[in-house]
């Protein structure tokens, strides 16, 4: 008599149980699908109801519980003569007072074979059962058994009813086909209504800066300008040369006596950034007529990430004689009048001095 095949119990894993079919001698499905458990114990010639074998295909090995009254006669057989697969595992508990015994082994231990099928992973062992001569060596009073065991696991299945939610930035993880971001810097007319068509000022006008970013395909970001230099020549490096922002984003040109250079606040949106400057020349230059070149370093944080001293855009205010900032708290712009600026538990980056004091000659012409 066969005894239908063994459903594993709920394992670690969370597993569900499957029944058998005694007449086809196959396990049926729920509609969900899941690991799943099949024992063939027809060699055991068991007449008892009794439950011999029992197996548990839990994540990532298998639990084989055997109940020592194999054949289901009421006599006990020895733990020692039974074995685990091809590899002849031993099992893990089990004692002479015990009628349990117990093998515990991974899914590609003990000699298993891993089979697969359209719908499944099917792991292959089986549990021996070799008795030993006792008493008279001539004779034995039971026939060696092997019981066929094998764990099925779904090859398609959803493994969680809740959306995913990535620890990841998608900025920092992601960047545009081109690998980079496409920043702008362009002269704007006196209302920022659009560019201006012309580039060539006079002498007491404003120069209307809009720094721009495209943000399309990334998180929401917000830029910064972290430093401007005017020069003679489009090298940034060369002399003479004249810095506007520096300190990560402190517009040191507003500190002039007779400069309005500012930080347009509040700004149109996160990803652009306004600032004026006044129209200046270089000292000792008697042209009417010089082009300058302006160059300036842009950069980009998360959009709800607070400003702090190396993001932040600060503007010098005359009337209170302090910084302040186009958005965040008050501290961020201390380190513009230390003329140092960098993050705590960072490398410290101490700047070069300025080198806007002094550096021009203003509205000394009337036009």
């Not at 920022?192 to 800066?209: D, K, N, P, Y």
């Not at 400057?277 to 950069?299: M, P, R």
């Not at 205010?317 to 900032?325: D, E, G, M, V």
Request: glycine content about 6%; charged content about 15%; proline content about 8%.
């Amino acid at each position: 008599v066969a005894y239908n095949p063994w459903v594993l119990l709920r394992g670690e894993a969370g597993l569900w149980k499957y029944g058998g079919d005694s007449s086809l001698g196959q396990p049926h499905a729920f509609s969900q699908p899941s690991p799943w458990a099949w024992v063939d114990v027809s060699q055991l010639q068991a007449a008892a109801p009794l439950h011999p074998v029992a197996v548990q295909c839990q994540e990532a090995r298998v639990v084989v519980t055997v109940h020592r009254d194999l054949f289901g006669m009421g006599c006990l057989v020895k733990a020692a003569e039974l074995t685990l697969g091809s590899a002849a595992c031993l099992p893990i508990v089990w004692s002479t007072a015990e009628t349990i015994v117990t093998f515990m082994a991974g899914l590609h231990e003990c000699g298993s074979t891993l089979r697969l099928t359209p719908d499944a992973l099917v792991y292959s062992m089986s549990l021996n059962y070799n008795p030993v001569p006792t008493g008279n060596p001539v004779i034995i009073c039971t026939s060696p058994a092997v019981v066929p065991i094998e764990c099925h696991y779904p090859r398609r299945d959803n493994v969680s009813s809740n959306a995913v939610k990535p620890t990841w930035v998608p900025f920092r993880s992601t960047l545009s086909s081109e690998e980079k971001l496409p920043f702008s810097l362009r002269l704007m007319n006196d209302d920022w209504s659009a560019e201006r068509a012309s580039t060539i000022f006079q002498l007491g006008e404003v120069l209307h800066f809009q720094a721009g970013v495209n943000t399309e395909n990334h998180a929401p970001l917000r830029l910064f300008v972290d430093n401007c230099v005017a020069t003679l020549t489009p090298d940034r490096s060369s002399a003479p040369q004249y810095v506007l922002i520096d300190f990560n984003g402190c517009l040191v040109d507003g500190q002039l006596d007779d400069a309005t250079s500012t930080f347009i606040s509040p700004r149109p949106r996160q990803d652009v950034l306004p600032f004026a400057v006044d129209a200046f020349k270089f000292a000792g230059d008697s042209s009417n007529l010089k082009q300058i070149y302006i160059t300036c370093h842009l950069k980009v944080s998360l959009a709800d990430q607070a400003p702090d001293p190396v993001n932040k855009a600060c503007s010098f205010n005359k009337a209170s004689n302090l910084w302040a900032p186009v958005e965040g708290t008050q501290d961020v712009c201390s380190c513009c009048e230390m003329k140092s600026c960098f993050l705590a538990g960072h490398s410290r980056w101490l700047h070069a001095p300025s080198q806007w004091q002094g550096g021009c000659a203003r509205r000394q012409l009337p036009s």
